[in-house]
C-alpha cells in the first residue's frame, strides 16, 4: 500500500515538475465560467440518472 501511495504521490510531482511548476494556491482563486458551470452540471446530472453497467451478479 505504501509503494502505490509513494507511486502516485510520485506521478503527480513529476506532473507538476514537467508543468514548470506552476504557484498552486493561484489556482484556489479560479471561478469557473457560466459555461464551464453549466457543463459540469450536465455531467453530474449524467451521472446521478445514468444506468449502471457492468455485469449481473448472483444476489441480484
Do not use: C
Not at 505504501?2 to 504557484?23: E, L
Amino acid at each position: 500500500m505504501r509503494a502505490s501511495v509513494h507511486a502516485i504521490g510520485s506521478s503527480w510531482y513529476t506532473a507538476w515538475v514537467d508543468a514548470g511548476q506552476p504557484v498552486l494556491p493561484a489556482f484556489e482563486r479560479y471561478e469557473p465560467t457560466v459555461v464551464e458551470r453549466r457543463e459540469w452540471e450536465g455531467l453530474g446530472q449524467q451521472a446521478q440518472g445514468g444506468e449502471a453497467k457492468g455485469r449481473p451478479h448472483e444476489n441480484e
